[in-house]
């Protein structure tokens, strides 16, 4: 464990803690172990369920990991949807997703939602659907937020 | 004072099930050799990715795991997925 920059006496103020391991908060168990996290951006890559989207532009992705648990953001805009209906946006950060929880809206246009659900462990991407009927065509031209959930 | 930037592979794992590769890319901007800023960026290569834009490592790395066992369970496992 490393200090820095301790400033008047004892421990009063410091800037930064770095920890070679992990820590426990509220409790000594395995449940309170929190060992990892970390803030980063990945690059999200769009296409069709089925057909071909001809033309997207990737705006911005983030993600933050936190224990088990990594939440993912990201922003893309369809210029051209071509024939592709639903849409699988492929790139997590991390592989492995065991259960998720997500949500999209298109908001530029016409103000679509919907779901978004993994294959399962070891996915890398997610695929979507439309919240007023799972067979719905979810592919617009317009500009789509995704925000999900998932655990590695 | 001399700003500089550097890119690399700090984290390259190899995660079960289905062997995924996942690579974890830093951009540290250092001044005067002092390291000031640090991002990252993740990918995850899977069994069944085109590795042709991967660094020489993880070519490498993804040579060794992804065999060809590997790839067919992976395949499978995809085939085997429903759509809710």
């Given amino acids: 464990m490393a200090l820095s920059k301790i400033t008047n006496t004892g421990i009063g103020t410091v800037d930064d803690i770095t ?12 449940a309170n172990y929190l060992d990892d996290y970390e803030e980063g951006t990945w690059t999200p890559t769009v296409a069709g369920e089925s057909g071909t989207i001809n ?26 949807k071509g024939t592709g209906t639903n849409f699988v946006v492929s790139g997590l950060p ?10 999209f809206s298109e908001t530029n246009t016409t103000g679509l939602t919907g779901f978004m ?21 979810c592919l617009v031209n317009g500009s789509y937020s995704v925000n999900m959930t998932y655990r590695v | 004072m001399a700003l500089t930037e550097e890119t690399i592979e700090d984290k390259i794992e ?11 890319t830093a951009t540290i901007i250092k001044r005067d050799g002092i390291e000031i800023s640090r991002t990252y960026h993740r990918h995850v290569v899977a069994p ?9 490592e993880v ?25 809710p």
């Avoid at chain 1, 991390?94 to 949500?103: I, M, P, V």
């Avoid at chain 1, 659900?117 to 065509?137: E, L």
């Avoid at chain 2, 069944?48 to 020489?56: K, L, Y």
């Fill in chain 1, 19 to 30: 920890l070679s391991g992990g820590v426990y908060l509220g409790g000594t168990g395995s």
């Fill in chain 2, 48 to 56: 069944d990715a085109d590795i042709t834009g991967e660094s020489a």
């Fill in chain 2, 14 to 24: 190899v995660v079960q099930p289905h062997s995924m590769v996942q690579v974890r």
């Fill in chain 1, 117 to 137: 659900f993994t294959a399962g462990t070891g996915a890398t991407s997610f695929t979507s659907r439309r919240a007023d009927g799972w067979g719905n065509n």
């Fill in chain 2, 59 to 83: 070519q490498a790395i993804c040579a060794a795991v992804h065999t060809q066992a590997v790839k067919d369970a992976y395949a499978a496992h995809l085939a085997e997925q429903e759509t």
């Fill in chain 1, 55 to 80: 033309s997207y532009t990737a705006i911005s992705a983030t993600y933050t990991k936190v224990g088990d648990t990594v939440y993912v953001f990201c922003r893309f805009q369809v210029t051209d």
């Fill in chain 1, 94 to 103: 991390f592989a492995g997703a065991r259960e998720l929880l997500g949500l």
